[in-house]
């Protein structure tokens, strides 16, 4: 029937939920103003933000997404609590924009997310910087990869994007998809400076070691925030830790 297809075009529809003070600048026909997107798809690469960047508490939540699909739930109630895609903004830089997302945003989705997303933000001058989590599995190599080599860290950016970035590049035949595939797609159409870091592991699950392979981005994001790289290994197994206790409270 029609109404259960319109019914379930809706459900799938991506909102984004502004705090009133970004709400009423939209409302007024304004665009967020932003010099630096960074964007942590995943787990680790989310983790990682955490505990190096947003630690600092500097910063506060200024939106969440909801994308309701068959493999996120969250962010399903009317209210969309738990929401697993988070936007923060630094208090002293506000023109600095981070958004975690650890929920999967499907493949019909990825489109109304990124024009959604960036429909609102003043992109003049804007470089997006993306932290992506993949598995191993999906590294395609001509050698024989050993496994103690992952996990490792590959780039692929924009036209657009003139810095050098931390890494090597990605290696064809290879490819990113998912989210950071749809990103920097939009950042090339409309000539936007955009890199994608993406970290290949072994460990599907919140992993210390890979979180830590993400540190060399810290030089690059620390020109335009305050960035601590004295936390050590040490910080980020306990950040596991509490994170795995935390998941098993609801086992």
């Known amino acids: 029937p029609v109404s259960n297809k319109s019914e379930v075009f809706l459900l799938r529809t991506v909102h984004l939920h502004w705090n009133p003070e970004v709400s009423e600048l939209l409302r007024a026909g304004n665009k967020v103003q932003c010099s630096s997107f960074i964007l942590a798809v995943g787990h680790n690469a989310a983790s990682f933000l955490s505990v190096y960047i947003l630690a600092s508490a500097n910063w506060d939540a200024v939106g969440r997404g909801v994308a309701w699909n068959e493999r996120s739930r969250s962010g399903t109630g009317p209210s969309g609590e738990g929401s697993a895609c988070v936007f923060y903004r630094h208090k002293d830089e506000p023109a600095v924009l981070i958004c975690h997302v650890t929920c999967h945003i499907a493949e019909d989705q990825l489109f109304q997310w990124t024009e959604k997303v960036f429909g609102y933000l003043q992109t003049r001058g804007l470089t997006v910087t993306v932290l992506s ?46 989210l950071p595939a749809a990103v920097l797609n939009h950042c090339q159409v409309h000539s936007i400076a955009a890199v ?56």
Do not use: H
């Not at 981005?217 to 197994?237: A, C, E, F, H, N």
């Open 196 to 251: 994608v870091y993406q970290c290949y592991s072994d460990v599907t699950g919140p992993d210390s070691i890979t979180m830590d392979k993400y540190k060399p981005v810290l030089t690059k994001l620390g020109r335009s925030i305050q960035v601590d790289s004295s936390r050590s290994t040490d910080v980020l197994r306990n950040f596991v830790r509490s994170s795995e206790i935390q998941s098993n409270l609801y086992i």
């Open 133 to 178: 989590d993949s598995s191993v599995a999906d590294y395609k190599t001509a050698d024989y990869l050993c496994s103690s080599s992952a996990p490792f860290l590959r780039s692929l950016r924009s036209s657009a994007f003139s810095d050098q970035p931390v890494c090597q590049s990605l290696e064809q035949p290879n490819i990113i998809t998912g």
